[in-house]
């Protein structure tokens, strides 16, 4: 709850309980890239947003892992989100980024043949990618369909290096309880109003075309999707009115 005052950090941990209601809406991967400078929080937002699944300390990956080894564990979290940490051990090898958003982009391991012949099985995943650096996940060389797929987020998510240091440290402790209360509230939610996320995802887009009609279609879903896994969340898990959560 206390992250919720910082709003880059209060977007992530929102990206994180949207995850799940992609599905739903048939919604292609996406990625939110918090970028900013050493020292911002950015790894501890990150931590938290993950922790809403399980223990963030397992789950959250790095930059430094192989194509094949994210994306099998992509396929492994498949609905939920993933969680790569640290895009500037990657250094300046925007290629290698790039082709890491296109695959984990896809939601589709690549095509392998079985030893003893036919095809091994598809790997799927249907999830946003939390990613965090001290330096953007797309440059103006990148492919459209690279900037298309990543939201950037610039800035410190928790500035508070005391609160920083404490949520490192609390998340070691706590963690995977809220994510199943989420989930168990949707399922319920969803048997008495089967459309309501998508309703509710297409009025909240409906507005932000019409504030920002001239940005990325593509964005505007995305976080119209982030938006409502805001509002669900303020609701089911910290107690907050129907009317002040969708404010």
Known sequence: EPI???PVARFMMAA???APLMKLLNQRVFFV???GQSRGG???ALKVALSVWGSPEDIMVSFNATKVGLERIAAFYQDLPLGVDERQVVGDKQNVIDSLVYMLGTGRGKTRGNKGGGLQQFNQWRSIILTT???PLSTSSSAAGVNTRVIEVYGAPIPDEELGSRLHQGTKEQFGTAGPVFINRLISELKEDSAMVRDLCQAIE???KEWHGE???SHRAAIALIVAGDYYASQWIFGIGDQQAAM
């Open 133 to 135: 650096g001290e330096e």
């Open 215 to 217: 940005k990325i279609a």
């Open 4 to 6: 919720r005052q910082y």
């Open 33 to 35: 890239h918090s970028w």
């Open 206 to 208: 409906e507005k932000l």
């Open 16 to 18: 994180s309980f949207a």
């Open 42 to 44: 950015k790894t501890s």
